[in-house]
């Protein structure tokens, strides 16, 4: 069974920095690339960020270029989202999910709530 | 960036009665490999999302056969054939030809 469990979310005043997981199971995780998705509350999905098999190609939203990092360890099958000079607007469920746009095989954790406030 | 807006935001459905929702690019999702990646997301009330169909018309694992996609260049349908119970929620669809990847504003399907 695929899983992709996030974990990480929290509280944490604007400035503070924040270290999101996701654990992924069941399916060949180096052989996807991978995204984070946030939906702030009652609104759309945003895509944040976007990561290869290798690491080695990293895209994000301009939103968060320059405070945010996403990473992997394909050795322990797992994505983190490094959050740096978080704002208000912040705020949202971040969802990891797999990046595969041309085949079946798109699957998502159940999310981890960020809120940033003081 | 590409901007998706889609078309009703509200879709009241008599239950076994088709829908149809729109999606319409401000750019076309026309990728330089040949491939329109334009996607169909649903999402449950208080559950994470889950894609219907991926590159216009192709329905995902497991996926119901009364959901269809459609479209071309800027402009793009999904179509329930027959609304069922479980069918309620947000439909988002979402561009994955040009970073950053956009999501639509969603549309949200009720039962009348």
């Known amino acids: 069974e695929v899983q992709l469990v996030e974990s990480g979310g929290g509280l944490v005043q604007p400035g503070g920095s924040l270290r999101l997981s996701c654990a992924a199971s069941?399916?060949?995780?180096?052989?996807?690339?991978m995204s984070w998705v946030r939906q702030a509350p009652g609104k759309g999905l945003e895509c944040v960020a976007n990561?290869?098999?290798?690491?080695?190609?990293?895209y994000y939203v301009d939103s968060v270029r320059g405070r945010f990092t996403i990473s992997r360890d394909n050795a322990k099958n797992s994505l983190f989202l490094q959050m740096d000079s978080l704002r208000v607007d912040d705020t949202a469920v971040y969802y990891c999910?797999?990046?595969?746009?041309?085949?079946?095989?798109?699957?998502w954790g159940q999310g981890t709530l960020v809120t940033v406030s003081s | 960036d590409v901007v998706l807006t889609q078309s009703p935001l509200s879709l009241p459905v008599t239950l076994g009665q088709p829908a149809s929702i729109s999606c319409s690019s401000s750019?076309?999702?026309?990728?330089?490999?040949?491939?329109?990646?334009l996607s169909w997301f649903q999402q449950r009330p208080g559950q994470s999302p889950r894609r219907l169909i991926y590159?216009?018309?192709n329905r995902d694992s497991g996926v119901p056969d009364r959901f269809s996609g459609s479209g071309s260049g800027t402009d793009f349908t999904l179509k329930i054939s027959r609304v069922e119970a479980e069918d309620v929620g947000v439909y988002s669809c979402?561009?994955?030809?040009?970073?950053?990847?956009?999501f639509g504003p969603g549309t949200k399907v009720d039962i009348k």
């Open positions: 999910a797999t990046q595969l746009r041309s085949a079946s095989g798109n699957f």
């Open positions: 069941g399916f060949s995780f180096s052989t996807y690339w």
């Open positions: 990561i290869g098999h290798d690491g080695s190609d990293k």
């Open positions: 750019q076309s999702l026309v990728h330089s490999d040949g491939n329109t990646y």
């Open positions: 590159k216009v018309s």
């Open positions: 979402k561009q994955e030809t040009h970073w950053p990847f956009t």
